[in-house]
Structure formats: structure tokens, C-alpha cells
């Protein structure tokens, strides 16, 4: 049964188009909280009664990533100490998901760390979109709740590609479950895999090598679940360029888009990029003709309504197919 209090919605600077346009969905208000005093430290007011109701924090912690981290855990924290009823914690975007594990010595595992850090600020459940690695759920006791940008990312790519041309690539091996999952939902005509090599001891450092798949004459969409500085996915297009793609697209959960991603992707082989506004975007990428953005309001807004009403989401707001997407 519901809390028959209701909830509020709740969101800090992060994404505050996001959660007004997910509010704006509800039909309820989404108050701000943040506000900073001179030395840059965050403060935290929650303007209406939190008692005994559920609080859902709007916050992807995308760049500037530790001050919008620091901003969700003394939102959580503000709303346990105003005994709010049950706080889940909705995090389009999860900071550090990238540093999943112990690739070299002498390392933090930062994605268990930030994840301890919303657990013990006093979350009841998180929420995320396209989550860099699934077994990042194992990081905390509390429920975790991982949707995907397909859900609306697939209403749009169906009316751009039609099938009979398209191949479906990953930018990399760790990607093909994703490809396939999109593969079979777009009945494309083939799938696609581009290796590369990555630098563990250089950020952002890759280099496509070779791939699997036939490309020529084709349509190619490239499936990932983030572009950062764009390195994977440009030198992916390059590399099936010159493997005779007809038209090369993207399709991206996390725009991210640190320099020189925009100045590469200009440059690119890349006709089309759709993003979705899980974190926010610039007006450059907003007004730049190759882009598409496609909104995960709805999406969120649908798992915030299952959440508090006790639905499944797995049944309703997952995509199915013959596999997982991952």
C-alpha cells in the first residue's frame, strides 16, 4: 500500500530541468534545496514537512561530480533527520561507476565508496539509468533499482531505422550484450564489434584496433552507455568508415562530453548522435544539428509512480528481449 502521506520530490543543482520536467509529469512540485554560503560550502533547506512521507532526491551526480555527490548526501541526510518516511535516492547518472573495480594496484574501488557513502547518509533505495557495470548493485545493502534509456531511447530509433539496412555495432567487446539487445529490438540486419585497447594507467586513452562484422553499403548505430571526451566512439566511426559504412549514428544514454568531445565528434564520421538529458547539456550540443535528445523524464517519472505505489518495474518498464540488456 502507498504512503497514504504522499511524497515530495526533492532535487539539488545538478539537473534542475530533469526534475522539473519529471515533476511537471507528476503533477506536483519539485522544491530546490541548495543554496551556498561565501566559502562554497553547501547548505541544505527543505521548505515543507517531510514526517512519515516518502522523499524521492532527483541528482544525477554528473560533472561537477564531487560537489553534486556532497549536495545528494546532505539532501538524504537533511530528509532522515526530518523523518521522512522512505528516501530513494534518483541518480540518472552515477559518478565514479567507471572505477568499478581493481584494475591495477594500489587503487580504491570509488564506485563502492561513493555508493557506502549514500547508504550510510541514511537512502533507502537508489535509483540509476544505464549503470556503467550491473554488479555495481552488490556495493550496498540498501535496494537498487537500475532502468535503461531503451525505454525511450527505442520509440525514436524505430522511427529512424528501419531495419532492412542497419547493423547494429558496439564500440567495444564489453558492449555487445547492449548491441545485441538493441539489435534485436531495431530487427536490424546484422550486429557489429569494434576492439580497442585501453591505457589503464592513462585516463581516457583508447584506441580502436580491429572488428567483427560486415558494415559495408550499411547503416551502422553505434550503442554505448556513455560519451565522455567521445575518443571510443570517434575512432570507432573512423574505423567503420573505412570499412565501408553508408551512414554511421550513435545512440548514448550519458552525454557527458568533456573537451575536446565536441570538437571531435564535429569533425567525425558521425551523422547522428542521440543523447538523452540524464545529465545536463550545453547549449552547443542543444542547437548543434547532429544531435538528438531524447528526455528520460518520462522514465523516471513512471519509476518514481511503481516505487510509491508498490508496482514492479522489471515488469513494466524494462524492455524485453530473447537476452538482458547489460
Not at 30 to 50: M, Q
Not at 118 to 129: F, K, L, M, P, Q
Not at 251 to 279: C, Q, W, Y
Request: glycine share 6%.
Amino acid at each position: 500500500m502507498p504512503n497514504s502521506n504522499g511524497f515530495v520530490l526533492l532535487t539539488g543543482t545538478a539537473n534542475v530541468k530533469l526534475a522539473q520536467d519529471i515533476a511537471k509529469i507528476l503533477a506536483k512540485q519539485v522544491d530546490e534545496t541548495v543554496s551556498e554560503f561565501a566559502d562554497g560550502e553547501k547548505r541544505i533547506i527543505i521548505p515543507e514537512n517531510l514526517r512519515k512521507r516518502d522523499v524521492f532526491i532527483i541528482q544525477p551526480t554528473c560533472p561537477p561530480v564531487d560537489s553534486n555527490i556532497m549536495e545528494l548526501l546532505l539532501m538524504i541526510d537533511a530528509a532522515r533527520r526530518s523523518s521522512a518516511s522512505e528516501i530513494t535516492a534518483v541518480i540518472p547518472y552515477f559518478g565514479y561507476s567507471r572505477q568499478d573495480r581493481k584494475d591495477r594496484p594500489r587503487v580504491p574501488v570509488s564506485a563502492a565508496l561513493v555508493a557506502g557513502l549514500i547508504e550510510y547518509s541514511g537512502a533507502d533505495r537508489i535509483v540509476t539509468i544505464d549503470i556503467h557495470s550491473e554488479q555495481e548493485v552488490g556495493f550496498s545493502k540498501i535496494p537498487w533499482d537500475i532502468l535503461y534509456a531503451s525505454y525511450n531511447l527505442l520509440q525514436v530509433l524505430k522511427k529512424e531505422f528501419k531495419g532492412e539496412n542497419l547493423v547494429v555495432a558496439s564500440p567495444d567487446k564489453g558492449g555487445v550484450p547492449k548491441a545485441t539487445f538493441y539489435s534485436h529490438h531495431l530487427q536490424a540486419d546484422g550486429l557489429a564489434i569494434v576492439f580497442k585497447v585501453r591505457d589503464v594507467y592513462r585516463e581516457n586513452i583508447s584506441e580502436a584496433l580491429d572488428m567483427i562484422g560486415d558494415v559495408k553499403g550499411k547503416d551502422v548505430l553505434l550503442v554505448d552507455d556513455m560519451i565522455d571526451t567521445a575518443g571510443t566512439i570517434v575512432g570507432a566511426a573512423k574505423l567503420l568508415k573505412s570499412r565501408g559504412a553508408k551512414s554511421i549514428s550513435v545512440a548514448a544514454t550519458h552525454g557527458i562530453f568533456s573537451p575536446p568531445a565536441m570538437e571531435r565528434i564535429n569533425k567525425s564520421f558521425l551523422d547522428k548522435v542521440f543523447i538523452t538529458d540524464s545529465v545536463p547539456l550545453k547549449k552547443e550540443i542543444l542547437n548543434n544539428s547532429k544531435f538528438r535528445v531524447v528526455s528520460v523524464a518520462p522514465l523516471l517519472a513512471e519509476a518514481i509512480k511503481f516505487i510509491y505505489n508498490g508496482d514492479s518495474i522489471s515488469g513494466k518498464l524494462i524492455p524485453k528481449s530473447h537476452g538482458h540488456e547489460r
